[in-house]
C-alpha cells in the first residue's frame, strides 16, 4: 500500500491549499480516509475523515467550516482543500487509510508520507 501526499507550501494567513493523495495497492473504495496533521513540538492531531463511499465525513473542531474533505474513488485520490488558512495550521499533514469503512479518528491502518504546509502571519 502506498499513500502519496502532495500540495503542501507556503502561503499567507487567509490563503488557500489543497492536499491530495494518490493511493495505491488497495482496493481504495472500501478504505476509509483520513488527513491528520503535526506541527513542531506537538503530538499528530486529527484533522479530518470521510467514510468509504464518501457519503461521511468529520472534522476535528478547529477546522470546520474551513477545510472540506472529499475523495474520489475512481481516480483513488483524497482531497483536502484549505481554506481561510491561519499560522496555527502549520504542520506537516498526513494522509492514512483505515479499513473501516466508517469515518474515524484512530485506527488507521496505512500513512502517507506527509507534506508540509507553512501559513505566515
Known amino acids: 500500500v502506498q499513500l502519496q501526499a502532495s500540495g503542501g507550501g507556503l502561503v499567507q494567513a487567509g490563503g488557500s491549499l489543497r492536499l491530495s493523495c494518490a493511493a495505491s495497492g488497495l482496493t481504495f473504495s472500501s478504505y476509509s480516509m483520513g488527513w491528520f496533521r503535526q506541527a513542531p513540538g506537538k503530538e499528530r492531531e486529527f484533522v479530518a475523515a470521510i467514510s468509504s463511499g464518501g457519503f461521511s465525513t468529520d472534522y476535528v473542531d478547529s477546522v470546520k467550516g474551513r477545510f472540506t474533505i472529499s475523495r474520489d474513488n475512481a481516480k483513488n485520490t483524497v482531497t483536502l482543500q484549505m481554506n481561510s488558512l491561519k499560522p496555527e495550521d502549520t504542520a506537516v499533514y498526513y494522509c492514512?487509510?483505515?479499513?473501516?469503512?466508517?469515518?474515524?479518528?484512530?485506527?488507521?491502518?496505512?500513512w502517507g508520507q506527509g507534506t508540509l504546509v507553512t501559513v505566515s502571519s
Open positions: 492514512a487509510a483505515s479499513t473501516r469503512p466508517f469515518v474515524v479518528r484512530r485506527l488507521y491502518d496505512y
